[in-house]
């Protein structure tokens, strides 16, 4: 029962975490443009520009939500197997220098100058691109490494086709033969097994990472036999359906528990099956 508490506290940081981004952004924009309306209408920066109220309480808010979001990710990541990432260091160091910006402004709010001000602002927006880096950290953690920029080097690098189009492209039957399965077998590894995979297990069991000293991410690797991830035919006796249909809350299962992109009945049905049509 408690377990499930602090689960769930610490499950709140995939929601907070997007309060302090957005709300240090904003308040960065807001003293950044006033200092440049400032330049812009050539008046004195000495005389005219001091931390704007708005985005004092912007600051304000970023600061409690960073508060937040930095003590649940701490609890979420607290049992990871995996080492201390730049993630969480960032993290960290992103709240201490909300912290320290949040010390900027209140000095600069007390002294009636333009150069703590200025400090202020310098801070602030240190801190802005700190979150952001940051986030987009973490966003590789949930979403797999490369999410976000994946689609965009397959535009620049549209002459070199990607590793699927090349296994789907270079005669199925010769490669469907190389793996002794049929070629049904393999259309449907293509289509539909590895895309699985790709999706929940590769960025711990792929070119990168090589958790449990496995890869997942070529047919090559999933059939080898030194892995005896699959057992042909017998999905039963295989590891991966073995690890795949866990109770979620077993250490072994995977992906593991604290993960996301569990395997849903389906896909989990898909491979099952799938494994069924391989001949020994
Ligand atoms: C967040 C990282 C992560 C993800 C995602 C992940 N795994 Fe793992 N996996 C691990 C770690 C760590 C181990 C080694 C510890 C262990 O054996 O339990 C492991 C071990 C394994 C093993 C045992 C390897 C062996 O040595 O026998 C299998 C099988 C496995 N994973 C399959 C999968 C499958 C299938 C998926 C996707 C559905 C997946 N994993 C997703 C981290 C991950």
Redesign the pocket.
């Known amino acids: 029962m408690l377990n499930h508490l602090i689960e769930f506290i610490a499950r709140t940081h995939l929601v907070v975490l997007h309060f302090p981004i957005a709300l240090i952004t904003v308040a960065a924009i807001i003293e950044s443009t006033r200092l440049l309306h400032i330049k812009l209408t050539r008046r004195s920066i000495s005389d005219h520009f001091r931390p704007s109220q708005s985005a004092s309480i912007i600051l304000a808010f970023a600061l409690a939500s960073t508060l937040i979001a930095t003590t649940t990710g701490i609890i979420l990541g607290f049992d990871e197997?995996?080492a201390v990432d730049l993630h969480r260091i960032l993290g960290i160091a992103s709240g201490i220098l909300i912290l320290i910006t949040t010390i900027a402004l209140l000095i600069a709010l007390k002294k009636a100058t333009h150069k703590p001000a200025l400090v202020y602002l310098a801070f602030l927006c240190t801190s802005a691109l700190a979150v952001s880096i940051t986030g987009h950290l973490g966003g590789n953690l949930t979403h797999?490494e490369g999410f976000l920029t994946d689609p965009l080097k397959q535009i620049f690098n549209s002459s070199s086709p990607s590793s699927f189009d090349s296994q789907s492209d270079s005669q199925p039957d010769t490669q469907a033969q190389d793996f002794n399965i049929t070629p049904d077998a393999l259309e449907t590894y293509n289509t539909i097994i590895q895309p699985?995979?790709d999706y929940?297990?590769?960025?711990?069991?792929g070119p990168k990472?090589q958790?449990?000293?496995?890869r997942?991410d070529t047919l090559a690797y999933l059939l080898d036999e030194d892995?005896?991830?699959i057992e042909r035919g017998d999905p039963e006796a295989s590891?991966?359906i073995?690890?795949?249909t866990l109770p979620r809350t077993d250490?072994?299962a995977?992906?593991?528990l604290?993960?996301s992109?569990?395997?849903t009945e389906s896909q989990i049905e898909s491979?099952h099956s799938w494994i069924t049509t391989l001949t020994p």
Request: net charge positive; hydrophobic share 35%; proline share 8%.
């Open positions: 197997t995996t797999g699985i995979l929940s297990c590769t960025k711990c069991h990472k958790k449990g000293d496995i997942l892995f005896a991830m590891e991966i073995y690890r795949i250490e072994d995977m992906p593991p604290k993960k992109h569990p395997l491979i």
